[in-house]
């Protein structure tokens, strides 16, 4: 069974950096799109990075040259940069990934940033 799991949140102050990482385990054949989202209290998913495998990636304007994504395919992993942080950036995010034809959600990891 395919599972993503999402590591690396926590509480930072205002102009701080988290890396969030997500490693897909379980029998796997091909990862594709690789992707992260992010959920703040009251709010819509919002749709934050994409990568493809072969490493080409796109951003939503909230983070757009403020966080990276990248990845190791070697290690079924990708991961989210976050740099100058806002308030605003607080949420649950979640990676999400299109594994051997089905596409696969982790479970959620909380960033909070105080101002």
């Known amino acids: 069974q395919v599972q993503l799991v999402e590591s690396g949140g926590g509480s930072v102050q205002a102009g701080e950096s988290l890396r969030l990482s997500c490693a897909a385990s379980?029998?796997?054949?091909?990862?594709?799109?690789m992707d992260w989202y992010r959920q703040a209290p009251g709010k819509l998913r919002e749709y934050v990075a994409h990568?493809?495998?072969?490493?080409?990636?796109e951003y939503g304007d909230s983070v757009k040259d403020r966080f990276t994504i990248s990845r190791d395919n070697a290690k079924n992993t990708v991961y989210l940069q976050m740099s100058s942080l806002k308030p605003e950036d607080t949420a649950t995010y979640y990676c999400?990934?299109?594994?051997?034809?089905?596409?696969?959600w982790g479970q959620g990891t909380q960033v909070t940033v105080s101002a």
């Open positions: 999400a990934a299109a594994i051997d034809g089905h596409y696969y």
């Open positions: 379980g029998t796997i054949f091909n990862i594709n799109d």
């Open positions: 990568i493809t495998r072969a490493g080409m990636t």
